[in-house]
T-cell receptor
Framework: DAGVIQSPRHEVTEMGQEVTLRCKPISGHNSLFWYRQTMMRGLELLIY????????DSGMPEDRFSAKMPNASFSTLKIQPSEPRDSAVYFCASRSERTRANEKLFFGSGTQLSVL | GQSLEQPSEVTAVEGAIVQINCTYQTSGFYGLSWYQQHDGGAPTFLSY????GLEETGRFSSFLSRSDSYGYLLLQELQMKDSASYFC?????????FGAGTTVTVRA
């Protein structure tokens, strides 16, 4: 398996622009997570999907952030409008809740977002 | 909510042993995980303890004491490639909450 695939790897945009981050989880994994990592706040959970349904979005910072999972193999995280304080590395991660090894979270390579 | 504490930095020489402690406060505790992250890379899973005791995986071992809300990661026979950040994380139902991370620097 190719692992969790995220795109783009790097994104540089100007304040006020819309940003869309993409994620393809590992095939067969039914849980998907979006995390944000910054020096100040570390790894923060933004949103959690189970079987394509958003279960917990309490970590989404504000209404400018939205996430979707239209099917089991694709998820997006959108920021509109983007602000400089959104600059961070955004990780997508997936896990299977159906196996005994369901404690293991697999992370994608991340998207380094810079908002100027 | 959850809170985790771990040292911010540890420096050691090649071949040495390093222990990274983690104390946590959480409700509905399922288990304690450890992840490794190299600079510019993604966190990768190292170990998981749901029950008290020591789990050994090669040069790395992880320990958990549920009654003390405490765990540690033991890195043995340190190698240069072990220079990375190490995160403890508590699982509470579906949610995995991470500590701030410990930067391990291995010197020749």
């Amino acid at each position: 398996d190719a692992g969790v695939i995220q795109s783009p790897r790097h994104e540089v945009t100007e304040m006020g622009q819309e940003v869309t981050l993409r994620c393809k989880p590992i095939s067969g994994h039914n849980s998907l997570f979006w995390y944000r990592q910054t020096m100040m706040r570390g790894l923060e959970l933004l949103i959690y999907f189970n079987n394509n349904v958003p279960i917990d979005d309490s970590g989404m910072p504000e209404d400018r952030f939205s996430a979707k999972m239209p099917n089991a193999s694709f998820s997006t995280l959108k920021i509109q409008p983007s602000e400089p304080r959104d600059s961070a590395v955004y990780f997508c991660a997936s896990r299977s809740e159906r196996t005994r090894a369901n404690e293991k979270l697999f992370f994608g390579s991340g998207t380094q977002l810079s908002v100027l | 909510g959850q809170s985790l504490e771990q040292p911010s930095e540890v420096t050691a020489v090649e071949g040495a042993i390093v222990q990274i402690n983690c104390t946590y406060q959480t409700s509905g505790f399922y288990g304690l995980s450890w992840y490794q992250q190299h600079d510019g890379g993604a966190p990768t899973f190292l170990s998981y303890n749901a029950l008290d005791g020591l789990e050994e995986t090669g040069r790395f071992s992880s320990f958990l004491s549920r009654s003390d809300s405490y765990g540690y990661l033991l890195l043995q026979e340190l190698q240069m490639k072990d220079s990375a950040s190490y995160f403890c994380a508590v699982r509470n139902d579906y949610k995995l909450s991470f500590g701030a991370g410990t930067t391990v620097t291995v010197r020749a």
